[in-house]
């Protein structure tokens, strides 16, 4: 009778490592080869479906993670489309589809504006907050001319 010790390590990213030991009796039985056959097999699709199921969560990750970053780069756009001409500052929210999109927050500072753009998409939420100068926004067409201070 021998006796091997099947040690495994499935690396599936760079945070999540699994160890799978097995230890399979080899008998001169048909009975124990025919279980060694079945315990193969068994090994052999929990290691074609497990990374399957793993992989598929952590892109569901980057997909959410990727709308909501969307989602806050559209309150920027919005907030550097609509600078008001007389207020110091302005506040709104991007609603669509009954759900709300952005929070986006405008100010004039010396020299430039601040646009802090908070996106949101299921529960993941992410704040961007930028600064341009006057001379930008005139070169890149957001304004016509430099307010005077």
């Not at 004039?108 to 930028?130: A, D, L, Q």
């Not at 926004?137 to 304004?143: D, F, K, M, N, R």
């Amino acid at each position: 009778m021998n006796i091997i010790i099947l040690h495994l390590l499935v690396k599936v990213s760079n945070d999540l490592q699994i160890n799978f030991k097995l230890w399979i009796i080899n008998a001169t039985f048909n009975q124990h080869a025919t279980q060694l056959g079945n315990v193969k097999m068994r090994l052999l699709l929990i290691l074609l479906i497990l990374p399957a199921v793993v992989f598929s969560q952590s892109k569901g990750f980057e997909d959410n993670l990727e709308k909501v970053f969307v989602n806050a780069k559209k309150g920027i756009y919005y907030a550097l489309s609509n600078i008001p001409d007389r207020k110091n500052s302005m506040s709104k929210e991007l609603i669509d589809s009954d759900k709300l999109i952005a929070k986006v927050k405008l100010s004039k500072e010396v020299h430039g504006i601040k646009v802090e753009s908070e996106g949101f998409y299921e529960t993941y939420r992410v704040t961007i907050e930028v600064y341009r100068s006057y001379d930008k926004l005139v070169e890149e067409g957001y304004l016509k001319f430099i307010p005077e201070d």
